[in-house]
């Protein structure tokens, strides 16, 4: 695709644009939460035009929503340690690193309040849990293909992912190996 007579190049200084409106974005609801902050202020704290902003994404939620589903998807990987188990204890562990991390927090709460945020929120919360899933069935797939009995989706996310991410929102305690560990040899039981 050319722009003003130029090919563009991935990783160029709309990648960089976008980084940075991101990690703004990511500052403003760790600092402020959700819906403390306007599209201008994105914009100045990532040293953009607010009107970029606009132009690229039309508004703050849709800004919000592809912030959450650009940063959850890129941090965790499916592992494939050869089986069920060690897959889902290393993947409770990613996403234990992913939400405890500087940015952790802040993005979960974010998608609690996108969820509640009218069309687009909802979009991003169904765009968001569908991506999940194709993951976990990928790796479900590949353990019913060894030969193990994998539960399904679903349930991965609610006896897995779901007590994670609550521990972390309501603060009921850490989340150690031990801890991490015990979901899943409940969730295999």
């Known amino acids: 695709m050319e722009e003003y007579g130029r090919a563009r190049r991935p990783g160029g200084r709309s990648a960089r644009v976008r980084a940075a409106v991101h990690q703004a974005v990511t500052d403003l609801v760790s600092e402020r939460g959700y819906g403390n902050f306007t599209i201008g202020e994105v914009a100045a704290r990532a040293g953009v035009a607010d009107t970029s902003l606009y132009r690229r994404w039309g508004n703050l939620q849709a800004l919000l929503s592809d912030v959450l589903l650009t940063r959850l998807n ?8 050869g089986t069920l188990a060690g897959d889902l204890r290393a993947y409770a562990a990613i996403v234990a690193r992913e939400v405890t991390g500087p940015d952790g927090l802040a993005l979960v ?81």
């Open 109 to 189: 709460r974010l998608a609690v309040a996108l969820s509640g945020e009218g069309r687009q929120g909802l979009q991003a919360r169904d765009e968001l849990l569908a991506d999940r899933r194709r993951q976990l069935q990928a790796m479900l797939d590949r353990a019913r293909d060894r030969g193990e009995d994998p539960p399904d989706a679903l349930e991965v996310l609610d006896h897995l992912l779901a007590p994670i991410y609550m521990r972390v929102l309501f603060g009921a305690g850490p989340l150690t190996p031990d801890y991490l560990d015990g979901l899943v040899d409940r969730l295999l039981a």
């Open 74 to 81: 890129a941090q965790a990987p499916m592992p494939d340690t």
